[in-house]
């Protein structure tokens, strides 16, 4: 699995979304449904290496979480990001669809990235984690 599948699985987990390609897309934002979360890879750091392990010990990939709400809702979509925010807050030492994250940290407090041609107020964070190379 990759990162943006295995953080997907959370937020459905955790009740924050449905079913992924429903209302949680994974580095895509489609026009429709209006509601929904999106998961975004994007930058990181550098993988670690060491404890005479070949290779990638641990590897360091950024995200980026986006919700996007109805028109001219500017409320619901910042309160679910807010609490997307906090639950990734949370996970430390947690395994995540087989995978181990020692760590999943928000790099700023959510913000608004756009309204769109619709009227749409898109929220979002980047984060970036530490974890076990993806089972």
Same mark, same amino acid.
């Given at each position: 699995?990759?990162?943006?599948?295995?953080?997907?699985?959370?937020?459905?987990?955790?009740?924050?979304?449905?079913?992924?390609?429903?209302?949680?897309?994974?580095?895509?934002?489609?026009?429709?449904?209006?509601?929904?979360?999106?998961?975004?890879?994007?930058? %990181?750091?550098?993988?670690? !290496?060491?404890?005479?392990?070949?290779? @990638?010990?641990?590897?360091? /990939?950024? *995200?980026?979480? $986006?919700?996007?709400?109805?028109?001219?809702?500017?409320?619901?979509?910042?309160?679910?990001?807010?609490?997307?925010?906090?639950?990734?807050?949370?996970?430390? %030492?947690?395994?995540?669809? !087989?995978?181990?994250?020692?760590?999943? @940290?928000?790099?700023?407090? /959510?913000? *608004?990235?756009? $309204?769109?041609?619709?009227?749409?107020?898109?929220?979002?964070?980047?984060?970036?984690?530490?974890?076990?190379?993806?089972?």
């Amino acid at each position: 699995m990759s990162i943006t599948t295995e953080l997907a699985a959370l937020l459905i987990a955790e009740g924050f979304a449905t079913a992924r390609g429903t209302d949680v897309f994974t580095n895509m934002m489609p026009e429709t449904p209006d509601t929904c979360v999106m998961v975004f890879r994007s930058g %990181g750091l550098s993988p670690q !290496g060491g404890f005479s392990v070949d290779g @990638i010990f641990h590897e360091r /990939p950024g *995200v980026q979480v $986006r919700v996007r709400g109805g028109a001219f809702d500017d409320d619901t979509p910042e309160t679910a990001i807010d609490a997307i925010f906090n639950l990734f807050m949370k996970q430390f %030492g947690e395994t995540l669809s !087989g995978t181990k994250y020692l760590s999943l @940290i928000p790099s700023q407090p /959510p913000f *608004v990235l756009e $309204r769109d041609k619709r009227n749409r107020t898109v929220w979002a964070f980047n984060a970036t984690s530490e974890k076990e190379l993806s089972a």
